[in-house]
């Protein structure tokens, strides 16, 4: 499939914010495997690169999470999101059903009070710029590496910088000069930096970075449309620590608000939620973050009709969060950014709803 060189991406952003960039964002698309002329065209259809009002100073070119409140480090980081984005299934059968149009209606749904045909020939016309074809949304993921970036492990290493630390040391031991603690300590700061300590069925797990920074940043309650509660309610309930029980709160949330744009609709046959409850323990005797009492915690559970359908809930939620290797069967726990993450499926008692707790430590 023909995709536009970096010089027609760069000329297409003219003299844009995103210009500034542009190798970046070529490179970041063709990772995340999207053709650079529909994400020039994106570009130019949600904020006209980047020059809309909520896109200066954001680095959010693409509307994401616009309601949120999202930012970005950097056009690249934006990009790198987008593709993340995408690659969720529901935008990957849209696309194979309806191609382009299929994307937008989800992406811009005329729900929302978007024109999806107008947003469609903007993404075209404005893609077409760059060269290749806007309407080809996807390529192949890491169809042109960066050579220029870090080697990095799916628990987020810089292995470039791990083996030449590995690689001095081994050097001090053969040469005589013996084991240098500093480069030990060096090492071990960098693999505990980035992966964290947690456990699975006991055990230690590695802890890879969340998507879009160490931590969700969490999410506003009231953009979730659940509505407030209390206790057993199986709605939002604040209280705790802070009102947001330390911050656990707008974290757990986070889940479902990626569990809804992946298509999981709450409250609806089979699709229950249970937040904070009366009863203190789980079922294996230990404090449940979902428990009342624990004012530095809160408990999410994503109820699904099917196992199938839990599958793949787990699958879409596990893409945003850095641990798409997780399938279930066994407890997932993650200390991250002062955080414990704890996520449940296919463990007894978790064969109807996906368990998502969040504690400060």
Known sequence: MAIPTRQQFRRSL???????????????????????SFVAGLAAAESSYGTAGYARGTYNPFGLGVHLGWKFPNYAAATERLGQTLREGSYRRLFQ?????????????????????QHFRNIVSYGSRAGGDPRQVYVNPGAAPDAAAPSVTGSGIDTTQLLALMRQQTQNLRSGKGYDRKLGQQVRELVISHVGEGNVGGGRVPSSAVTGGETPDGVNPDA???????????????????????GSMPR????????KQSGYRPNTPGRWLSQKRSRQNTASGGISDHWQGSAQSYGLDLGVPNVAEGDRLLSSLMRYFGQPSYKGGSWLNINKGGYRYQIGWRTPGHFDHVHVGVKKL
Not at 21 to 31: M, Q, S, T
Not at 224 to 235: A, C, E, R
Not at 252 to 259: I, P, R, T, V, Y
């Open 224 to 246: 979730l449309g659940i509505g407030y509660g209390g206790v057993d309610s199986h709605k939002i309930m604040r209280g705790g620590a802070g009102g947001d029980w330390a």
């Open 97 to 117: 059903q309806r191609g382009l149009a299929g994307i937008i209606s989800r992406y811009t749904p005329a729900s929302d009070g978007n024109n999806e045909g």
């Open 14 to 36: 003219g003299n844009s914010p995103m210009a500034r960039e542009a190798n970046a964002i070529y490179d970041a698309a063709l990772r995340g495997g999207l053709n650079p």
């Open 252 to 259: 757990a949330l986070q889940f479902l608000d990626w569990a």
